[in-house]
């Protein structure tokens, strides 16, 4: 696979104060794949180190006042062509930064205030239709890349969704069509911990792996508690990697958003889904009969377990 990355996150010395946010993340997708390390800034003239600039009524300027927006723009435009040249799978951006900042980017004010916006290498690719992940929305494991859903993932996602092996038994019917799917995308996985399963070798969806926080599911109303729920296309099944993605998910939840426990279930008759807890060392707590599944208009036997953060350590 071909990624497009921030320079700093492989450990180029090219933040606005000579440093680098190198991460053990980027370091595990550059073990496997062809890396393009591109640093918007220093293509469009700028130096390193250099004063801290934001975006401010649409202008990026530094914080002693100089307007740099032709740099940046200039910048963005060299990354544009970077990425139509070479095409790249995937383009991982540095968080926050006023080039490369995919969700938040800081407001202006040089206060620490950040807002939902994008940087401007960051607007232009997503714009032109390249795949933008902010860094600290992957998680990534041996085999696979967890990133949040794209809706340009509605194709694959109808590939897997639309076999009636996979959706019923977890609850839900197949799949009629691409709209149907790319709704599915627009207003089932959106959720702040919703992710596409995707092997690193294409990254491309094959499966969901989702914490449901408080507010979003009936098993806990705590806020230091979530859900746990997956799915996986069948020709992956019995490789291993839905374990592989449930374990990576489980220590984001202890390590990274604070959960103290994760909570998950299964239908009656779900036995993959049920060893799968049991490998991740969750631990049976009850069951409910007669449990409404609404989107398959019956009734059915539920089972619920649980892992605390203090038995996953």
């Known amino acids: 696979m071909k990624i497009m990355v921030s320079a700093c996150l492989t450990g180029g010395n090219c933040k606005y104060n000579g440093g680098n946010n190198r991460t053990e993340k980027v370091l595990k997708l550059m073990a496997d794949n062809e890396v393009i390390p591109v640093c918007p800034e220093q293509m469009g003239g700028l130096p390193t180190p250099r004063v801290p600039s934001e975006i401010c009524d649409g202008l990026v300027k530094t914080r002693d006042g100089r307007i740099v927006d032709r740099e940046f723009r200039e910048g963005a435009t060299k990354c544009l062509e970077i990425a139509k040249r070479e095409q790249p799978d995937l383009i991982v951006l540095q968080s926050r930064s006023p080039s490369c900042g995919v969700n938040q980017r800081y407001d202006g004010t ?180 007669g449990l409404d599944v609404p989107l398959m208009h019956e009734r059915r036997t539920g089972h619920v377990n649980l892992l605390t953060k203090e038995e996953w350590k």
């Open 110 to 289: 040089f206060s620490g205030t950040l807002i939902e916006s994008s940087g401007i290498t960051a607007q232009l690719l997503r714009e032109k239709g390249f795949p933008v992940a902010d860094v600290e929305d992957l998680l990534v494991t041996e085999r696979l890349i967890l990133r949040k859903w794209e809706e340009s993932d509605a194709g694959n996602l109808y590939v897997y969704a639309k076999d009636p092996e996979v959706g019923p038994i977890a609850g839900w019917p197949p799949h009629q069509s691409v709209e149907e799917s790319l709704d599915v995308i627009r207003n089932v996985f959106s959720g702040a911990e919703a992710y596409a399963i995707c092997l690193k070798t294409d990254n491309k969806a094959i499966g969901a792996v989702e914490l449901k926080l408080n507010g979003h599911t009936d098993l806990t109303d705590r806020d230091d508690e979530c859900e746990l729920g997956y799915w996986l296309g069948k020709p992956f099944w019995g490789q291993g990697i839905v374990p592989e993605a449930v374990r990576e998910i489980l220590r984001h939840a202890f390590e990274d958003i604070g959960m103290q426990k994760v909570w998950c279930g299964y239908y009656d008759g779900n036995i993959k889904s049920k060893r799968v807890q049991e490998k991740c060392g969750f631990r049976y707590q009850w069951t409910t009969e």
